[in-house]
């Protein structure tokens, strides 16, 4: 246990701080733009404030965070609680006092803002981890005190939410805007339940991580009893004597009639407590696997007469051709060679059979990778992304059966579209796993079915990192409502659309998949036309720790002496990547994510990938094929392929044969484009 967690002695070395794996202080809205303006991270040598005990409030919006800061601060002893690590403050304090890091903002203001050797500051849990990213939640460890308010009605806070959002009054004591009455939006209210149920397990997730016993108070308690809460805080921060007067307190509660006319509404629709189907669904956490097919072929599974899976025609049968390798290492006789898939490396013909959709009636759908189940079973094409090592309770029991958490229900929903169960750790598989699944025509088959009800709602997993919010954002047409499920989110829906697997784990796509690649081209370039294919692109790797190439700056220096433009995509908008690669004439990379990128390219444009000789992946040879690209390849050698695992291992590309490739008039050539647009 941590000494911050009841202890008092002090540790002689700071202890790492873990963080959950939904939290990462650079997608972290505060900590990205802290990031971007105060890029140094000095917090490791920066001199701390002497004899100071750090107390945070740790919080979800809406869950009397302020006033249990307010009950602090009436004791007169402790300083006021203020949301002193939003970004807009600090950039802002930084820039008047000309500060140039994040950890001098903060050692200067709890300095400033200490009030008898305590400092009180209101942080969220993505707050903390920007502490820790910057190195200083680990020297405050061990004098810091953690106080974390949850507010039991998540619907409740989720209404709250809403109002105040709408209204623009976050507390009593803002003024009254004259702005127009708050509207009500189910669909809305559906995601902030979710929100919250996620933001607060990141903060029970983080707390059990790194062994902390934090105060812990319910907004519930708060608002009935604020002086035994007051008293119980007081407690447990080593200040029994102190007493909160309450004539201080300035905030008064903002609920109207409104808030509990929105909350019932909201619970009739969900239908929480009366719809006949949710205690067969949530009485077991044991279920049997079965295939979709299966379960549309057993007549015994009926919903009300109607099958439960119902398939519906959506993509017809398809065939690619992928040609054999048009420069490069174009016999691949070598030893020592893996490939993947293995099996012959030559040009292949891929088939795929009809792929319907599937109109499942009365399913639950279970967290972020959109496990589906209906009844007893579980549905297998939904298991295919299910990292077991990071959904706690999950667990394979047999080749049958698996066991799944029994997380709380967060909502109903009538009808909605099931953008889920696909990979979702880095940019190429969100594409090939999650973004491909997105089929405008089988979106409108959904909105127009008979028993469809309002407008359908696409489910998501949380959009975490740019790449994931930016990439729908251009894909799905911003009318479509949206929900997106935490890890602990689980929503029963009434009619769900599950469109499977459409790219065979990225090896076999069907050609439709360019529907939606074209549709992210097009908003990228506001409904204009891309330039003719001119540029040159180096992608490189060099800000990745998996797979390094050693010699990637001689690679880098010869590409660029034949005409490349090198390239570092991780911190680039989506937007930009899609008008990069669709400009793109030649891609000249090292095998990785990125190259997902050339779903966005014209055809005919040259695509050279460099690849370690012991993982020979044709996951963007497959992809070039399927958008006309000509691809060829060069194979470097692994450093140490017998002592290291595979993405742990470095590798090396031979220089002569780049120049070789490099000066071969089949790959360095003017593309058919360029020559039809000289200019």
Known sequence: MHPAAGGSHCLELPVPILLPPAIDPLRDVHGAQIAAHLPDRDGASVKLPANITYVFIVFTNRSGSTFLGDLLAASGFFNFAEELLNHQQVLQVCATKGWRSFSQYFTRMAAAKARNGHFVVKSSVGQLAVLADHGLLERILPQSRFLVTERLDKVAQAVSWAIANQTGRFTSLAPDSRSPAPVYDGVALRGHVVHFHGDQANINQFMTLNGLLPFHITYETLAAQPELAARLAFDFLGQPGLRADLSKIRLERQATTVNAEWRARFLAEQALESHPARANVTAGTVYRRIKLPELAADTSAVVGGRPIAEPIALLGPAMLNVPGLAFGDTALDREGLSFDPPGDPGARRLERGTTPAYLLRDVMVHGKYGVVTAGDRVIRETLANLPLHRVPGATRLDDLCWRLPDFPQ?????????????????????????????????????????????????????????????????????????IALTAEGRVFVQRLLLVPDVTGGAFNSHPAILEAFDAIRAAAFGGNPPQAPWRRLYIARRDSQKRVLINEAEVIARAERAGFTCVTLSKLPVSEQVRLFAEASHVLAPHGAGLANLLFCKPDARVLELHMDMHVSWIYRRIAALRALRYGCLIGRAVQPARKALHTNTWEVDLDRLDAALADVRFAGRSAAELADPG
């Open 410 to 482: 967060s909502a109903v929903l009538h009808t909605a579209y099931h953008l889920l169960a696909g990979s979702q750790e880095n940019y190429s598989h969100w594409l090939l796993d999650i973004a491909a699944r997105f089929h405008a025509g089988a979106l409108q088959t959904l909105r127009e079915h008979p028993e469809s009800s309002g407008a359908p709602v696409l489910l998501t997993p949380v959009l975490d990192v740019f790449w994931k919010w930016e990439s729908l954002g251009l894909l799905v047409p911003p009318a479509v409502p949206r």
